[in-house]
């Protein structure tokens, strides 16, 4: 079973960045495409962002493009997710998130993190 752990969450105000990672130690992360997710309080979960490794795509939800990259490292071991120009509704708990399905829509993602909590606060 894939232990998927995330990194880099924390507190920064409007405007500001930071990035996550996730990692499955000991693990390589070349067999699956990866995604991530968040949830706010009272709000279902979105995902905000999708890599497949294999062709370099990306997907973003609207509300992120521009704003949010994706990207996995060279030896397929790390997935990050840059976050710019941070706003107060990015605030959730994000997490990592895998699937074998090559081309999967966002119910397919059945390998979870624990999360890492983001707040956009002044």
């Known amino acids: 079973q894939l232990q998927l752990v995330e990194s880099g969450g924390g507190l920064v105000q409007p405007g500001g960045s930071l990035t996550l990672s996730c990692t499955a130690p000991?693990?390589?992360?070349?067999?699956?495409?990866m995604g991530w997710f968040r949830q706010a309080p009272g709000k279902e979960r979105e995902g905000p962002s999708i890599?497949?490794?294999?062709?370099?795509?990306?997907y973003y939800i609207d509300s992120v493009k521009g704003r949010f990259t994706i990207s996995m490292d060279t030896h397929k071991t790390m997935v990050h997710l840059q976050m710019n120009s941070l706003r107060p509704e990015d605030t959730g708990r994000y997490y990592c998130?895998?699937?074998?399905?090559?081309?999967?829509?966002?119910?397919?993602?059945?390998?979870w993190g624990h999360g890492t909590q983001v707040t956009v606060s002044s």
């Open positions: 890599i497949r490794h294999t062709d370099g795509s990306t």
């Open positions: 000991g693990v390589t992360l070349e067999p699956y495409v």
């Open positions: 998130a895998a699937t074998a399905d090559d081309n999967p829509d966002w119910a397919d993602f059945n390998l």
